[in-house]
């Protein structure tokens, strides 16, 4: 027979002072002739082993939303007098628009199921893979983790245009705001003259090239657009994208969870849920059909028992997610929700020394994936 020998690759941190486990890799031993013991995790009591966690399930929920600022021109009060231009901003304001909602399943470590593989001497010790957290996802096996998923993208918003860039000599010369105002209105109304003789072909120097056409009322457009945004202000919007993890409260299994998940308020964003300022969007959690009753028989209750010792994995339930608000339902989708399932045990037989079992777990469920 020979002699077992481990190697641990991590630093091991038991679960019961605040930390996770790390990654952990024990090697696959040779001839081996006991079992490895498998047990709830007890923390100062179990020594020896590799502690891991199953996950219970949180929603990653992901808001896509357009945030316009609206600022104010400079000449604001002189747009109707000089530009014919009612109802233009005169304050700055911002506005948000929920354009979309997405949310992901996510597993992360359970406090109330932290288990323990106890590695002895002349016991067989798996290849236990882990994530960095502690979730188990292999046995006999190397699994590599999932990314994160990835976020859509956030757009920023345009670069606000200087209208006093544009401005001439004689306008920045000006001894008062309502004169400047004027002068600058009356070199909108060249512009546009010079533009619509460009167009019509009757300017002096009117380009027969049709690119150095266009570039010559590009270039108008853009100093018109400058300086008429000094009189009916600028909107800058951009795409921003918010994202949190929440967990759901899970009262009863057979019963829907509604619950408030956020507020949205149309000029401040996401806020906090006490700010009556956000529109509330709520949560509903309806679980779909309903697992196995227990059987109450002595002789699956001994069965049972001795199986205490195998590999503990989740059975998670599926669930209808809802999001809604005062509108309507904004996303309606179906997950598995490890807090409605059961936990079941693998057989220790299929990790005794006539089997060299190799199982893949999902990583966000941590249910079998995979039994070879």
Same mark, same amino acid.
């Given at each position: 027979?020979?002699?077992?020998?481990?190697?641990?690759?991590?630093?091991?941190?038991?679960?019961?002072?605040?930390?996770?486990?790390?990654?952990?890799?024990?090697?696959?031993?040779?001839?081996?002739?006991?079992?490895?013991?498998?047990?709830?995790?007890?923390?100062?009591?179990?020594?020896?082993?590799?502690?891991?966690?199953?996950?219970?399930?949180?929603?990653?929920?992901?808001?896509?939303?357009? /945030?316009?600022?609206?600022?104010?021109? %400079?000449?604001?009060? =002189? +747009?109707?007098?000089? #530009?014919?231009?009612?109802?233009?901003? !005169?304050?700055?304001?911002?506005?948000?628009?929920?354009?979309?909602?997405?949310?992901?399943?996510?597993?992360?470590?359970?406090?109330?199921?932290?288990?323990?593989?106890?590695?002895?001497?002349?016991?067989?010790?798996?290849?236990?893979?882990?994530?960095?957290?502690?979730?188990?996802?292999?046995?006999?096996?190397?699994?590599?983790?999932?990314?994160?998923?990835?976020?859509?993208?956030?757009?920023?918003?345009?670069?606000?245009?200087?209208?006093?860039?544009?401005?001439?000599?004689?306008?920045?010369?000006?001894?008062?705001?309502?004169?400047?105002?004027?002068?600058?209105?009356?070199?909108?109304?060249?512009?546009?003259?010079?533009?619509?003789?460009?167009?019509?072909?009757?300017?002096?120097?009117?380009?027969?090239?049709?690119?150095?056409? /266009?570039?010559?009322?590009?270039?108008? %457009?853009?100093?018109? =657009? +400058?300086?008429?945004? #000094?009189?009916?202000?600028?909107?800058? !919007?951009?795409?921003?994208?918010?994202?949190?993890?929440?967990?759901?409260?899970?009262?009863?299994?057979?019963?829907?969870?509604?619950?408030?998940?956020?507020?949205?308020?149309?000029?401040?964003?996401?806020?906090?849920?006490?700010?009556?300022?956000?529109?509330?969007?709520?949560?509903?959690?309806?679980?779909?059909?309903?697992?196995?009753?227990?059987?109450?028989?002595?002789?699956?209750?001994?069965?049972?028992?001795?199986?205490?010792?195998?590999?503990?994995?989740?059975?998670?339930?599926?669930?209808?997610?809802?999001?809604?608000?005062?509108?309507?339902?904004?996303?309606?989708?179906?997950?598995?929700?490890?807090?409605?399932?059961?936990?079941?045990?693998?057989?220790?037989?299929?990790?005794?020394?006539?089997?060299?079992?190799?199982?893949?777990?999902?990583?966000?469920?941590?249910?079998?994936?995979?039994?070879?």
């Amino acid at each position: 027979m020979k002699h077992l020998i481990n190697r641990v690759f991590a630093d091991l941190r038991l679960p019961g002072k605040g930390t996770c486990v790390a990654g952990v890799m024990l090697a696959m031993a040779s001839a081996v002739c006991a079992q490895t013991e498998i047990a709830p995790f007890r923390p100062g009591v179990t020594l020896e082993g590799v502690n891991y966690f199953l996950p219970k399930t949180v929603l990653r929920v992901v808001l896509t939303a357009e /945030k316009t600022v609206t600022v104010p021109g %400079d000449f604001a009060l =002189y +747009a109707d007098r000089y #530009l014919r231009l009612r109802d233009v901003p !005169t304050s700055e304001s911002t506005q948000w628009t929920l354009k979309s909602i997405s949310l992901t399943p996510i597993g992360v470590p359970d406090s109330t199921k932290a288990y323990s593989i106890k590695v002895k001497a002349k016991t067989s010790a798996p290849l236990v893979s882990l994530t960095d957290d502690g979730l188990l996802i292999g046995i006999n096996t190397e699994v590599t983790p999932e990314a994160a998923p990835a976020l859509p993208e956030k757009i920023e918003a345009p670069k606000a245009v200087n209208g006093r860039d544009f401005m001439t000599h004689e306008i920045l010369a000006a001894g008062s705001t309502a004169k400047m105002a004027q002068l600058t209105a009356e070199e909108i109304y060249d512009i546009r003259e010079s533009r619509n003789a460009l167009v019509r072909g009757e300017a002096d120097n009117t380009p027969k090239d049709g690119a150095q056409l /266009k570039l010559m009322l590009d270039n108008l %457009d853009q100093q018109a =657009y +400058a300086l008429e945004s #000094l009189f009916k202000g600028q909107q800058l !919007t951009s795409t921003e994208v918010i994202s949190f993890d929440y967990e759901p409260i899970l009262n009863n299994a057979d019963e829907d969870n509604r619950q408030m998940l956020c507020r949205f308020s149309r000029r401040l964003g996401l806020v906090d849920g006490d700010d009556l300022s956000g529109e509330p969007l709520w949560l509903t959690v309806r679980p779909l059909g309903s697992l196995p009753q227990a059987v109450d028989d002595p002789q699956v209750a001994r069965k049972k028992a001795k199986m205490e010792q195998g590999v503990y994995v989740n059975q998670p339930q599926r669930a209808q997610v809802v999001i809604s608000n005062v509108s309507g339902e904004l996303l309606n989708v179906e997950i598995p929700v490890c807090q409605l399932g059961t936990t079941e045990v693998l057989s220790e037989a299929l990790f005794n020394k006539k089997m060299e079992t190799r199982v893949t777990l999902y990583q966000h469920t941590g249910s079998v994936k995979e039994i070879e």
